[in-house]
T-cell receptor, first 116, second 109 residues
């Protein structure tokens, strides 16, 4: 079946550095991908919608200059956390719709980011 | 008030018990997901439904669109069912997911 992968699965970085997280659809094309963030003991929150070939759409309260999203191909979206700070430490998950515009979603395994 | 509410927040059951987790929502939706999240964090989509009832193994999911309510049932629960179960609705106009706060289930042997 369709699979969404994420890389890396975990990353530890120093405060002030930038971290790139990749989300790939392995055997299907995704014109749209979604990025979520989950803080400990909290539910997932949608951060942004990544659109292939156009700018990402960010949810209210999410800084687009801090969380850079690039959807360069139909199978790859990247989230770059720029100038990361300890409060950015979280679990980042992506998902991709099974079919374009459809409600069914495949989820990536997530990336745990720890900023020291 | 959250747009998606789940109950209970925490649930402890003995192995073999029948378990029900409830989800109520207040927005228009095109579909509803039940998701399972294990301690490692990875998420598995258990069901996506927009009407009626679906069954997969020991898991059953139902949805009542008129009442804006869905339930996830686990029959003959097992310790390996221990996880966080999350209800997420697909916004009717946007296809964006809105998540409930999750139900932490612990099944004791």
């Amino acid at each position: 079946g369709a699979v969404v992968s994420q890389h890396p699965s975990w990353v530890i970085c120093k405060s002030g550095t930038s971290v790139k997280i990749e989300c790939r659809s392995l055997d299907f094309q995704a014109t749209t991908m979604f990025w979520y963030r989950q803080f400990p003991k909290q539910s997932l929150m949608l951060m942004a919608t990544s659109n292939e070939g156009s700018k990402a759409t960010y949810e209210q309260g999410v800084e687009k200059d801090k969380f850079l999203i690039n959807h360069a191909s139909l199978t790859l979206s990247t989230l770059t956390v720029t100038s990361a700070h300890p409060e950015d430490s979280s679990f980042y998950i992506c998902s991709a719709p099974r079919t374009s515009g459809g409600p069914a979603q495949f989820f990536g395994p997530g990336t745990r980011l720890t900023v020291l | 008030k959250n747009e998606v509410e789940q109950s209970p927040q925490n649930l402890t059951a003995q192995e073999g018990e029948f378990i029900t987790i409830n989800c109520s929502y207040s927005v228009g939706i095109s579909a509803l997901h039940w998701l399972q999240q294990h301690p490692g964090g990875g998420i598995v989509s258990l069901f996506m439904l927009s009407s009626g009832k679906k069954k997969h193994g020991r898991l059953i999911a139902t949805i009542n669109i008129q009442e804006k309510h869905s339930s996830l049932h686990i029959t003959a629960s097992h310790p390996r069912d221990s996880a966080v179960y999350i209800c997420a609705v697909v916004g009717g106009a946007t296809n964006k997911l809105i998540f409930g706060t999750g139900t932490l289930l612990a099944v004791q042997p």
